[in-house]
């Protein structure tokens, strides 16, 4: 089974969320559609601009607990790095 961390933003240079999953589509669908109260819906943060996969949960927690704690720099160099138009990668995915 694939374990995702993800990267949200509300637009470039706007909030950020780092989450992780076991079914991104879902977890994405689920921020999007505000499913469920909390930061993402509260700031409208719905833009996937980042991910990676994980075979296991335990790296991918372990993945995500280091990138909260990054400064917001270090993640906007992360998301540019591999999605400089900071591009909305849920449509390629949810296909």
Avoid: Q
């Avoid at 933003?9 to 879902?26: E, F, I, M």
């Avoid at 990138?67 to 720099?73: D, H, I, L, Q, S």
């Amino acid at each position: 089974m694939a374990y995702y961390v993800y990267l949200l933003a509300s637009r470039k240079d706007g909030a950020l969320y780092v989450g992780v999953t076991n079914d991104l589509v879902r977890r994405v669908y689920e921020h999007r559609t505000k499913a469920v109260p909390g930061f993402t819906s509260k700031y409208n943060i719905a833009r996937l601009v980042w991910f990676e996969i994980h075979d296991d949960p335990i790296s991918a927690i372990t993945r995500e607990k280091e990138v909260k704690k990054w400064r917001r720099a270090w993640k906007v160099a992360l998301i540019e790095r591999e999605n400089s138009g900071w591009d909305d990668l849920f449509e390629t995915i949810a296909r």
